[in-house]
């Protein structure tokens, strides 16, 4: 997401490379840390047997938020949930610095520098 246009399933990333220089831009690009922090996908089967599958957006020991990849969230309490499982790899991918050539890093990084300086507010010119 880009000045709230966009997905959902990602952070917005306006203001991201605002604080970074362009190596470190790109390092997070092609070798990213792995958190825990990061939205991980699930399934939840409810003992109904009515199934939900998005991100986890809040778990807790009682209940989990689900969002569908249609935007719509699900309050789920774990006792309705018969079994929750987790996706084994992460949402975004972790191999972009062997899927993008070096003109498409670049032009990537470029893009998340200039939407910074887009975002920032303009001088008002005095009449």
């Given at each position: 997401m880009?000045?709230?246009?966009?997905?959902f399933?990602?952070?917005?990333l306006?203001?991201y490379?605002?604080?970074?220089?362009?190596?470190a831009?790109?390092n997070?690009i092609?070798d990213?840390?792995?958190?825990?922090a990061?939205?991980?996908?699930a399934?939840a089967t409810a003992?109904?047997g009515?199934?939900f599958?998005?991100l986890?957006?809040n778990?807790?020991?009682f209940?989990?938020?689900?969002q569908?990849?249609d935007?719509?969230?699900?309050?789920?309490?774990k006792?309705?949930?018969e079994k929750?499982?987790y996706?084994?790899?992460?949402l975004?991918p972790?191999?972009y610095?062997e899927?993008?050539?070096?003109q498409e890093?670049?032009?990537?990084v470029?893009?998340?520098?200039s939407i910074v300086?887009?975002?920032?507010?303009?001088p008002?010119k005095e009449?």
């Open positions: 880009v000045a709230g246009q966009g997905g399933a990602g952070s917005d306006s203001t490379a605002q604080a970074l220089t362009a190596s831009v790109r997070a092609t990213p840390t792995p958190s825990n990061r939205a991980r996908m399934v003992r109904d009515q199934r599958a998005g986890i957006r778990e807790d020991n209940s989990v938020q689900m569908s990849p935007g719509t969230f699900h309050l789920l309490l006792t309705d949930v929750l499982e996706e084994p790899s992460p975004m972790t191999n610095g899927i993008l050539t070096r890093l670049d032009d990537l470029g893009y998340l520098q300086e887009n975002a920032k507010p303009q008002q009449d």
